[in-house]
């Protein structure tokens, strides 16, 4: 038996983002599960990454491993009808969503960072 080449297991988590985002829009999902599933369908589905690419193997480390993580969380925390209804749309759905709320929390995100790192500087220098 052969495993999935990578092209595969790219589409295969294309199809989880999206079966995330329609289980986190069921009204039918608990709502601590469906608080997680909306957070991680967010993230997943926004242009701007917490970690950006360009940052030496922490960069791709949530994209390989933390939103894989989330998202098996998710569909396991997810009860079996909503998962199946999820995932036939899913299977139907020929438009990404794009989540322009995640964009502005991940930008006001390294805002926070960036000012609180501009303070550190500023009182290490000015000590």
């Known amino acids: 038996m052969s495993r999935p080449g990578w092209r595969a297991r790219v589409a295969a988590l294309k199809r ?8 986190a829009r069921d009204p039918r999902l608990p ?8 957070a991680i369908a967010a993230y997943a ?8 690419d ?8 949530d994209d390989l491993v933390l939103l894989p ?5 998710v569909v396991r925390l997810t009860p079996p009808a909503v998962l ?12 990404r969503p794009s989540s322009a709320a ?9 805002a926070v960072a960036l000012a609180w790192l501009a303070r550190l500087a500023w009182r290490a220098w000015s000590a």
């Open 54 to 61: 360009v940052i030496p193997v922490l960069g791709l480390l």
């Open 84 to 95: 199946e209804a999820a995932r036939a749309r899913a299977a139907t759905a020929d438009v």
């Open 31 to 38: 709502w601590p599960v469906r608080a997680l599933a909306l």
């Open 16 to 23: 989880d983002v999206l079966t995330v985002y329609f289980a």
């Open 45 to 52: 589905l926004s242009p701007i990454d917490l970690i950006p």
């Open 102 to 110: 995640a964009v502005a929390v991940i930008v006001a995100l390294w």
């Open 69 to 73: 993580l989330g998202i098996a969380l």
